[in-house]
């Protein structure tokens, strides 16, 4: 069964596909056009009653939060392709502490940083610089923490890539290529390392083969 990702190349959906990709699961992507509003169509939103994307339909299953769709896949097929979630409870443990550090510490600040750099004049409304300012301050404190982590372990929740790395590669991407804030992960040794690692595995590079999201002008 071929699953349906709903979304295009959009962050949140590469989450899923990197996911999908290192699980060899076979997908087709289903273009969801934001700036066309068509996250907010009727029939979407019987999908995702929020109004984003991605979504999956994997037959007649369907799930919506990119992280839940990465921890169903993860363990539907813990035993094909790359093992993502660890092999003992307490490796799981620290991969799910991971998996919220980066939804609800790392994620909101770089997501303002999206916003008020790249979709302020897209979306119609002025970009904040007081904004983007404290959002870069505290996500270096987030970072400072990651830089003391990955000082002592190769990943973030042990010396195995899990789906905690993998959860930060679309928004990391967005820091480096187009916020103009790859200076937030080169002046951190161990998390440039790291990101140097996540980046260059053939996972995200086939994800970021599907397309590079343009914004636009
Ligand atoms: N928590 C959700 C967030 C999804 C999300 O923010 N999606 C964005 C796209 S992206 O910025 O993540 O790529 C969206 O649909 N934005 C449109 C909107 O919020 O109206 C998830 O992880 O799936």
């Given at each position: 069964?071929?699953?349906?990702?709903?979304?295009?190349?959009?962050?949140?959906?590469?989450?899923?596909?990197?996911?999908?990709?290192?699980?060899?699961?076979?997908?087709?992507?289903?273009?969801?056009?934001?700036?066309?509003?068509?996250?907010?169509?009727?029939?979407?939103?019987?999908?995702?009653?929020?109004?984003?994307?991605?979504?999956?339909?994997?037959?007649?299953?369907?799930?919506?939060?990119?992280?839940?769709?990465?921890?169903?896949?993860?363990?539907?097929?813990?035993?094909?392709?790359?093992?993502?979630?660890?092999?003992?409870?307490?490796?799981?443990?620290?991969?799910?502490?991971?998996?919220?550090?980066?939804?609800?510490?790392?994620?909101?600040?770089?997501?303002?940083?999206?916003?008020?750099?790249?979709?302020?004049?897209?979306?119609?409304?002025?970009?904040?610089?007081?904004?983007?300012?404290?959002?870069?301050?505290?996500?270096?404190?987030?970072?400072?923490?990651?830089?003391?982590?990955?000082?002592?372990?190769?990943?973030?929740?042990?010396?195995?890539?899990?789906?905690?790395?993998?959860?930060?590669?679309?928004?990391?991407?967005?820091?480096?290529?187009?916020?103009?804030?790859?200076?937030?992960?080169?002046?951190?040794?161990?998390?440039?390392?790291w990101w140097d690692d996540i980046s260059n595995g053939p996972s995200w590079k086939k994800v970021l083969q599907l397309g590079v999201f343009e914004f636009p002008k």
């Amino acid at each position: 069964m071929v699953v349906k990702v709903y979304g295009s190349i959009d962050a949140s959906p590469q989450r899923v596909l990197a996911c999908l990709v290192e699980k060899e699961i076979d997908f087709e992507i289903i273009r969801i056009d934001l700036f066309k509003g068509e996250h907010k169509d009727p029939e979407f939103l019987k999908l995702e009653p929020f109004g984003q994307v991605p979504v999956i339909q994997d037959g007649d299953y369907t799930l919506y939060e990119s992280r839940a769709i990465m921890r169903y896949y993860a363990e539907k097929f813990k035993s094909q392709g790359t093992e993502l979630l660890g092999k003992t409870v307490e490796e799981r443990g620290l991969v799910e502490q991971w998996l919220e550090v980066e939804a609800l510490r790392f994620h909101p600040p770089v997501y303002k940083l999206v916003v008020h750099i790249l979709l302020a004049s897209a979306l119609g409304f002025p970009s904040d610089p007081k904004i983007i300012q404290e959002s870069e301050a505290k996500l270096g404190k987030v970072l400072d923490i990651y830089e003391e982590r990955l000082s002592k372990s190769k990943y973030l929740a042990g010396d195995f890539f899990s789906l905690a790395d993998r959860s930060h590669l679309p928004f990391s991407q967005h820091l480096v290529a187009d916020l103009g804030k790859e200076h937030m992960i080169r002046d951190r040794k161990h998390v440039s390392a790291w990101w140097d690692d996540i980046s260059n595995g053939p996972s995200w590079k086939k994800v970021l083969q599907l397309g590079v999201f343009e914004f636009p002008k």
